[in-house]
């Protein structure tokens, strides 16, 4: 079946501009997360939803960055004013639930480069 | 806070070999934990997921061990490929989830 889908793959934007993601996740996984890699950061979590709720926002780095998630299906990350330091690759990922109890299937990623 | 450590960061071996990887964490308070491997340019694929109270988890060549109690897990690869030549991630997941990464190690197999 289909895998988690992502898009744009690649984005490039001026510093400044506001920048939205998107993750499309496995049908009928009801738990969602955003994770960054950054160069010699390694990997790092974001945001989670299970459903439409947001229960685990501590990972956003700052007030500029915001998600959402409709109909318990797609996810968008805004990140708004871009700065240089949002440069990275996100990547979303989802489960059939959340408690640690299933896997984490990933999606390929969207580069994003801040000029 | 949960810290994740890889050892070693980069590991080349010939073809054949059996391997070891390591992976330590400072919180044994977790639910889970998955291994996954990263192609250059990729997203991540996962190998092996062990609950907390699992020991270890095998898929084909691949053993995953874990113990919870001293902050240990070991992904065990036998008779390594050269397209097993990638970065390994290991990940101890929280209560809702959500995945703490390593820096991962680098693993080439050589012809």
């Known amino acids: 079946g289909a895998g988690v889908s992502q898009s744009p793959s690649n984005k490039v934007t001026e510093k400044g501009k506001d920048v939205e993601l998107r993750c499309d996740p496995i049908?009928?996984?009801?738990?969602l997360y955003w994770y960054r890699q950054s160069l010699g950061q390694g990997l790092e979590f974001l945001i989670y939803?299970?459903?439409?709720?947001?229960?685990?926002k501590s990972g956003l780095p700052s007030d500029r960055f915001s998600a959402e998630r409709t109909g318990g299906s797609v996810s968008t990350l805004t990140i708004q004013r871009t700065q240089q330091e949002d440069s990275a690759v996100y990547l979303c990922?989802?489960?059939?639930?959340?408690?640690?109890?299933?896997?984490?299937?990933f999606g390929p990623g969207t580069r994003l480069t801040v000029t | 806070k949960q810290e994740v450590t890889q050892i070693p960061a980069a590991l080349s071996v010939p073809e054949g070999e059996n391997l070891v990887l390591n992976c330590s964490f400072t919180d044994s308070a977790i639910y889970n934990l998955q291994w996954f491997r990263q192609d250059p340019g990729k997203g991540l694929t996962s190998l092996l997921l062990i609950q907390s109270s699992q020991r270890e988890q095998t898929s084909g060549r691949l053993n995953a061990s874990l113990d919870k109690s001293s902050g240990r897990s070991t992904l065990y690869i036998a008779a390594s490929q050269p397209g097993d030549s990638a970065t390994y991630l290991c990940a101890p997941g929280g209560s809702q989830g959500n995945l703490i990464f390593g820096k991962g190690t680098k693993l080439s197999v050589k012809p």
């Open positions: 939803f299970q459903g439409n709720s947001a229960p685990d």
């Open positions: 049908s009928g996984h009801t738990a």
């Open positions: 990922a989802s489960s059939l639930g959340d408690g640690g109890l299933y896997e984490q299937y």
